[in-house]
């Protein structure tokens, strides 16, 4: 590429345009500006130094200003992690334009051994964001940022599940323990679970070894303090579902509600982490859970590989348990004649299978639903 090539690229810009690579101890800043051809300057910032960022930022603002003798905005991006979002957020604060890119979104070599550092991710950030401002189609996938109330109401949700996780595993540890002396008819989740476990007795009719007993016990402290905990997250679950039933400005959930089959945590858990957001088609809401097909195409080879997976997983989850659940609740539903039809033509060998696809037709009819009142066909609603 001859050298007027890359100043025809370079003299088009009309921002500084950065890319921030976080760490835990350094963010590493990597900016490309007018007026310095397509050379891409790096800087370290000691990790969590906002101050420290912004001032490298003001740095990077007057020199741009000393060459070109304009003052050109900031353009940044950073791809989403375990930081959130409130870097971005402070970006935004301090009237800086800031995008958070979904990592996965972003092509990257095929080569069977690639070279991946910091600064050439950084550079990848730059040119990625470059392309994106042009109107590049489909070069990245832009992140919606939710609002803070929104990211604060998911918590709900995901804690619960985090809970529900911590419960089984208690449990498979108790009755793990148990079967070890021959015991295999204790139910930990019973409420007589402390009377029956002196009842007890090994397998060859010894009482329980005293050490097992008081391991047994503390795993019920655990165990019943998750239990508790589950509770206290259910009822602070429900309020909010109660909040946003009197408010008309979202009555997704709500709507949710009145259908047969979803209850109140598929209803907090549809909302929290899909229909708080706006699509603007059905393809959209399928790609967001994951659940939209990916085709394989090239000369005469034509494949369907399946969903994609390439979204948000904790919603694509619950909507594989809501596909089940609509087979029971809803028998009557277009849906449900549509699954049992394809399902018996195809002899019942592919079950797993069309309840993904349900789960994708599901997910559009319950988002048309929550929007815009379209009851899905057949459906009944409570108390009909």
């Known amino acids: 590429m001859s050298t007027s090539s890359h100043t025809a690229v370079s003299t088009q810009l009309n921002a500084i345009f950065v890319s921030l690579e976080l760490s835990r ?152 323990l148990l079967f070890a002396q021959g015991v295999g008819d204790y139910e930990p989740l019973r409420t007589n679970r402390r009377a029956r476990l002196k ?50 400005a979202e009555p997704a959930s709500a709507r949710l509600l009145q259908l047969r089959g979803i209850g109140a945590e598929f209803a907090g858990v549809l909302h929290a982490e899909a229909f708080f957001r706006s699509f603007s088609n059905r393809r959209q809401v399928a790609c967001y859970a994951g659940l939209a097909p990916s085709p394989w195409q090239s000369g005469a080879m034509d494949r369907e590989q399946g969903v994609s997976k390439a979204g948000n997983k904790r919603l694509r989850a619950t909507m594989i348990q809501v596909a089940w659940l609509w087979l029971r609740h809803q028998p009557e539903s277009e849906l449900s004649r549509w699954y049992a039809e394809r399902v018996q033509a195809n002899g019942g060998r592919v079950r797993r299978v069309m309840i993904v696809a349900l789960a994708r037709k599901l997910l559009i009819a319950l988002w048309q639903f929550s929007s815009a009142g379209v009851v899905p066909k057949g459906a009944l609603l409570k108390g009909a």
């Open 25 to 176: 101890s350094t963010w590493l800043v990597t900016s490309l500006s007018p007026g310095c051809g397509e050379r891409i300057s790096r800087h370290q910032v000691k990790g969590g130094d906002v101050p420290g960022l912004l001032e490298r930022f003001a740095q990077l603002q007057a020199k741009t200003r000393e060459r070109t003798g304009q003052q050109y905005p900031l353009v940044a991006i950073q791809e989403a992690g375990l930081d959130g979002f409130w870097i971005h957020r402070c970006l935004v604060r301090e009237g800086i334009e800031s995008h958070v890119v979904d990592a996965a979104s972003i092509a990257a070599s095929r080569r069977s051994r690639r070279a991946k550092t910091d600064k050439l991710d950084g550079e990848a950030l730059v040119r990625t964001l470059l392309a994106y401002k042009r109107g590049e189609p489909r070069v990245c996938a832009m992140v919606t940022v939710p609002s803070v109330e929104d990211e604060d109401r998911r918590r709900i949700c995901r804690e619960r599940r985090s809970l529900v996780v911590e419960r089984i595993r208690h449990i498979n540890r108790i009755k793990g």
């Open 199 to 248: 009842e007890l007795s090994t397998g060859d009719g010894r009482p329980l070894p005293c050490h097992v007993k008081r391991e047994i016990e503390r795993e019920l402290d655990r165990l019943e303090l998750v239990m508790r905990q589950i509770k206290e997250v259910e009822r602070e679950r429900d309020a909010l579902l109660e909040t946003t039933t009197d408010e008309a």
